[in-house]
T-cell receptor
Framework: AQKVTQAQTEISVVEKEDVTLDCVYE???????LFWYKQPPSGELVFLIR??????QNEISGRYSWNFQKSTSSFNFTITASQVVDSAVYFC?????????FGQGTRLTINP | EAGVAQSPRYKIIEKRQSVAFWCNPI?????LYWYQQILGQGPKLLIQ????????DSQLPKDRFSAERLKGVDSTLKIQPAKLEDSAVYLCASSKPLGGYSSGANVLTFGAGSRLTVL
C-alpha cells in the first residue's frame, strides 16, 4: 500500500532562515508521481510541484527547491531565505495510477 | 480560469442531522474528487468521479455518505445521519486528464473547502 510520511509535525523558524521539509514515501510501483501542496490559513490546497519517478533531477523555483532521491524514497522541500508569507501547512503526496495519497502535513511558521 | 467552487463554506449541525455540500469543478475538468480533511491530518480521498461514473469510492462510508455527479459537472456530497467524527473540512478537487484519465500526472486543483462541525 502507498504511504507518505512527513515526520516533522511543526517547524518554527525566524524569517530569512532556510528550512527543509522532509517527505518519505513507500510504494511498490515503479511508475508514480510525487507532489507538494501548500495549504495557507485560507484552507485551499495550492499545487507547488510534481515529479515523476523517472526524473530524479532536482528542481529550483525561486526560493523553493526540491530534492528527489529514489534510493532513500525521499522528496524533500527546501525554502531558502524564508518569509512570513511562507507560513502554511505543507503536504507531500504520492500518486500511483489514479490514487493520490497525502502525508500528515508539516505546519511551518515563519516568525518575523 | 475560475477555480473550484464549493458551498457552503461553514456548516454547524447536530449529530444525526443531515448535510449536503456542493462542488462546481473547473470547466472542462472531467475528474472530480471529494476529500475529507480532519483537523491535523492530511486529506483522505472519499470518492473520485470520472465524468458521471465512480472511479474509486473504497473509503466512502456508504452507510451514511453518498455522492453524485449528475451530468458530469457539479457534484453533491451528502452525510446522513452525521456523527461527531464527521467534523472535518470537505475538500473538492478537479483535474484535467493528461495522457488519459488514469494518468498519475494529473494535477488536482482544490476548492477552499466546506468546514463541517457536528455537535
Amino acid at each position: 500500500a502507498q504511504k507518505v510520511t512527513q515526520a516533522q509535525t511543526e517547524i518554527s523558524v525566524v524569517e530569512k532562515e532556510d528550512v527543509t521539509l522532509d517527505c518519505v514515501y513507500e510504494t511498490r510501483d515503479t511508475t508514480y508521481y510525487l507532489f507538494w501542496y501548500k495549504q495557507p490559513p485560507s484552507g485551499e490546497l495550492v499545487f507547488l510541484i510534481r515529479r515523476n519517478s523517472f526524473d530524479e533531477q532536482n528542481e529550483i523555483s525561486g526560493r523553493y527547491s526540491w530534492n528527489f532521491q529514489k534510493s532513500t524514497s525521499s522528496f524533500n522541500f527546501t525554502i531558502t531565505a524564508s518569509q512570513v508569507v511562507d507560513s502554511a501547512v505543507y503536504f507531500c503526496a504520492l500518486r500511483e495510477a489514479q490514487k493520490l495519497v497525502f502525508g500528515q502535513g508539516t505546519r511551518l511558521t515563519i516568525n518575523p | 480560469e475560475a477555480g473550484v467552487a464549493q458551498s457552503p463554506r461553514y456548516k454547524i449541525i447536530e449529530k444525526r442531522q443531515s448535510v449536503a455540500f456542493w462542488c462546481n469543478p473547473i470547466s472542462g475538468h472531467a475528474t472530480l474528487y471529494w476529500y475529507q480533511q480532519i483537523l491535523g491530518q492530511g486529506p483522505k480521498l472519499l470518492i473520485q468521479f470520472q465524468n458521471n461514473g465512480v472511479v474509486d469510492d473504497s473509503q466512502l462510508p456508504k452507510d451514511r455518505f453518498s455522492a453524485e455527479r449528475l451530468k458530469g459537472v457539479d457534484s453533491t456530497l451528502k452525510i446522513q445521519p452525521a456523527k461527531l467524527e464527521d467534523s472535518a473540512v470537505y475538500l473538492c478537487a478537479s483535474s484535467k486528464p493528461l495522457g488519459g484519465y488514469s494518468s498519475g500526472a494529473n494535477v488536482l486543483t482544490f476548492g477552499a473547502g466546506s468546514r463541517l462541525t457536528v455537535l
